[in-house]
């Protein structure tokens, strides 16, 4: 149980498109969803926490105009990259809580972003 | 704001040799610490977490402690396998009403054959 799928795995885009990425949590309910980026061997870092149904949370730092995340669902969030630049090329990951604080996060198995 | 910081960088053994990872954390007020696994241009894989108020969990060959005063876990891995070969990523995570996690740069374990 607690598996966490994220789609699409890859996607190659070209500058100035918007490119959305989905986090679905497939066999609970996830009370809260985490949206992370990773650039190479660096670490994780966390852009923004979303509950289900209000707006999300940004860390300091990430522009919330420009990466959109919508927490549509107890078992869908998206994050959307708009007018995508070749510094936004990162792999994108997303982690969801269904006991917040109580049991770790479960994470997906990442996004990567090529913008061209 | 939380720093964590994971040494060795890299790492690399023959495979059965017993290894200790490295972690340390700058604020001590954390809810909890975490090992995970990351296998190359993959997700992260939960290893195992440890309350604050625990001093070691342990899940098979693998066994993590937590000094919290002083700021420091370590993952303990015993005769290790070449499927052990990874990153292995602390993360502390805060109380409050905010329960982040905070990653570690992570440590590249090679355990070769």
């Known amino acids: 149980g607690a598996v966490v799928s994220q789609h699409p795995s890859w996607v190659i885009c070209k500058s100035g498109t918007s490119v959305k990425i989905e986090c679905r949590s497939l066999?609970?309910?996830?009370?809260?969803m985490f949206w992370y980026r990773q650039f190479p061997k660096q670490s994780l870092m966390l852009m923004a926490t979303?509950?289900?149904?209000?707006?999300?949370?940004?860390e300091q730092g990430v522009e919330k105009d420009k990466f959109l995340i919508n927490h549509a669902s107890l078992t869908l969030s998206t994050l959307t990259v708009t007018s995508a630049h070749p510094e936004d090329s990162s792999f994108y990951i997303c982690?969801?809580?269904?006991?917040?604080?109580?049991?770790?996060?479960?994470f997906g198995p990442g996004t990567r972003l090529l913008v061209l | 704001k939380q720093e964590v910081t994971q040494i060795p960088a890299a790492l690399s053994v023959p495979e059965g040799e017993n290894l200790v990872l490295n972690c340390s954390f700058t604020?001590?007020?954390?809810?909890?610490l975490q090992w995970f696994r990351q296998d190359p241009g993959k997700g992260l894989t939960s290893l195992l977490l440890?309350?604050?108020?625990?001093r070691e969990q342990t899940s098979g060959r693998l066994n993590a402690s937590l000094d919290k005063s002083s700021g420091r876990s370590t993952l303990y891995i015993a005769a290790s396998q070449p499927g052990d070969s990874a990153t292995y990523l602390c993360?502390?995570?805060?109380?409050?009403?905010?329960?982040?996690?905070?990653f570690g740069k992570g440590t590249l374990l090679t355990v070769n054959p």
């Open positions: 604020d001590s007020a954390i809810y909890n």
């Open positions: 440890i309350q604050s108020s625990q």
């Open positions: 066999d609970f309910q996830a009370t809260t």
């Open positions: 993360a502390a995570e805060e109380g409050g009403s905010n329960y982040k996690l905070t």
């Open positions: 979303s509950n289900e149904g209000s707006k999300a949370t940004y």
């Open positions: 982690s969801a809580s269904r006991d917040r604080g109580r049991e770790t996060q479960y």
